[in-house]
């Protein structure tokens, strides 16, 4: 893909996402008074106490708060996270007339957290965010040396606090369930399921095993140096990343060469390259 059209991609994902959690905020959230952190918590909540509109509120909380991370942090947001800050409160204000898809406080908080962190996730891809309270987050963390997951807790956990002042502690526990929800969702569009395995094995059979890998699974496998740590000889240890639906297989020839082997597994998210998802 050439640069130009990387570029126009990235743009139409900062949009299509902005415009997602417009939504999910609108059709969602905000009906069920769901604060779930962010600028758009805040919002709901002014929305609750003083009938403000959500969209203008926005407005008036991330053009600033943009500036300031222009002032404080460089300007290394670029442009594309420009477009996202003027996009989403554009979104929520077209959309404002939009009936509800549910009353129910849970629904809205689990739907609303997934909507929410599906256009984030897109936005993120497209290389930029939508300004707002991660900008605050990350000039808390340059100038107090909190780290940026901790500044984060601390503000999504004072918006949320604040709607338990201002509804009741019910709206803030669904608040609690759209906030996990998003980072989940969040964390399924960058990484993707795992349908992927890598695993570890350590064998003194490497030679038997490998070749049965070859063989029977039609994996490649790497020979990564180790020490044992109370025998401090040196060994290999056999990686391989295969398919879940290749992975019993694997484990059952492992198992036949050698039962006495030490095998890890881990989750591999993303594998690019031959055999998988290509670039």
């Not at 965010?129 to 900008?135: A, E, K, P």
Request: proline share 3%.
């Amino acid at each position: 893909m050439s640069p130009w059209m990387a570029n126009v991609r990235d743009y139409l994902y900062v949009i299509i996402g902005a415009a997602i959690i417009a939504l999910g905020f609108n059709v969602f959230l905000l009906p069920n008074q769901v604060a779930s952190g962010g600028v758009s918590g805040i919002s709901t909540i002014l929305k609750g106490v003083f009938g403000w509109e959500p969209g203008l509120v926005q407005y008036a909380f991330n053009i600033p708060l943009f500036i300031a991370g222009l002032i404080f942090l460089g300007a290394k947001f670029g442009i594309k996270s420009f477009v996202g800050t003027l996009v989403l409160p554009a979104v929520v204000l077209l959309t404002a007339s939009w009936e509800p898809w549910t009353y129910n406080p849970l629904l809205g908080a689990l739907f609303g957290g997934i909507t929410v962190g599906l256009g984030l996730g897109i936005v993120f891809r497209g290389g930029a965010s939508t300004g707002g309270t991660d900008l605050a987050a990350q000039i808390i963390t340059k100038y107090t040396g909190f780290s940026l997951g901790r500044s984060v807790l601390l503000i999504d956990g004072l918006i949320v606090l604040s709607a338990a002042v201002v509804f009741d502690i019910e709206q803030a526990l669904y608040a609690l369930i759209g906030l996990f929800v998003t980072t989940k969702t969040i964390d399924i569009v960058q990484l993707g399921f795992s349908q992927s395995k890598m695993i570890y094995i350590i064998t003194n059979k490497q030679d038997e095993i490998r070749d049965a890998i070859y063989k029977e699974i039609d994996r490649g496998v790497t020979k990564l140096p180790a020490y044992g740590g109370y025998t401090n000889e040196e060994k290999s240890i056999l990686m391989v990343v295969a398919y879940q639906t290749e992975f019993t297989k694997l484990k059952h020839v492992v198992q036949i060469i050698d039962p006495t082997a030490f095998v890890i597994v881990s989750d591999a998210y993303e594998v690019l390259g031959e055999g998988f998802k290509r670039y």
